[in-house]
């Protein structure tokens, strides 16, 4: 298994420039998510879905869209990116089954928006 | 916003001292999740606490999920130079339904071990 992974690693934006952000999980996990981490700040939940065609904002949303349609993918798509949304994201997935709720994250894509 | 209140904000230890590291919250939660970050990577569970009172271990690692359910805390007993990264305390409120991805994240605490 791979787990979670995420295309690309590292990517670099001009402002309102779109772009969307892969993430793949090959291990069957229902729940997906999408967070942002920024120095001091932890993680933060973007967007996350509990299944196929099913999607919820989380904690900072905005400049954002996400969509499910099969159980494997979640990409991320920046609309018009802005120097705000430079950050570190990382995608993770669970499942009701595993105890602990545990999330598994993918190694982070790196963006810069300029 | 930001829910949960994780100190210290960074530690500098010599290898074989023990680390103590603690999440407060103004909310309840019931699940309270501890998570390692090294370089480079995405975090990786530690330890899961999921009743009020509980104290888990694994290896050097132990937790206790608070009694008030408004914290919990980390401790790493005679450290070494690979417990080196950022840890993250996380905080779950709801069981069941659509909240299995919801998890609330502190600010992480980040360690540096001399050797």
């Known amino acids: 298994n791979a787990g979670v992974t995420q295309t690309p690693k590292f990517q670099v934006l001009k402002t309102g420039q779109s772009m969307t952000l892969q993430c793949a999980q090959d291990m069957n996990h229902e729940y997906m998510s999408w967070y942002r981490q920024d120095p001091g700040m932890g993680l933060r939940l973007i967007h996350y879905?509990?299944?196929?065609?099913?999607?919820d904002q989380g904690e900072v949303p905005n400049g954002y869209n996400v969509s499910r349609s099969t159980t494997e993918d979640f990409p991320l798509r920046l609309l018009s990116a802005a120097p705000s949304q430079t950050s570190v994201y990382f995608c993770a997935s669970s499942s009701p089954g595993l105890a602990g709720y545990e999330q598994f994250f993918g190694p982070g894509t790196r963006l810069t928006v300029l | 916003g930001q829910q949960l209140n994780q100190s210290p904000q960074s530690m500098f230890i010599q290898e074989g001292e023990d680390v103590s590291m603690n999440c407060t919250s103004s909310?309840?939660?019931?699940?309270w999740l501890w998570y390692k970050q090294d370089p480079g990577e995405g975090p990786v569970l530690l330890i899961a606490?999921?009743?009020?009172?509980e104290l888990t271990s694994n290896g050097r690692l132990t937790a206790q999920f608070g009694i008030t359910r408004k914290d919990s805390f980390l401790n790493i007993s005679a450290s070494i130079p690979s417990d080196v990264g950022i840890y993250f305390c996380?905080?779950?409120?709801?069981?069941?339904?659509?909240?299995?991805?919801?998890?609330?994240f502190g600010q992480g605490t980040i360690l540096t071990v001399h050797p």
């Open positions: 909310s309840i939660f019931n699940t």
């Open positions: 996380a905080g779950q409120r709801d069981a069941g339904g659509t909240s299995y991805g919801k998890l609330t």
């Open positions: 606490l999921y009743k009020a009172g």
């Open positions: 879905s509990v299944g196929a065609g099913i999607t």
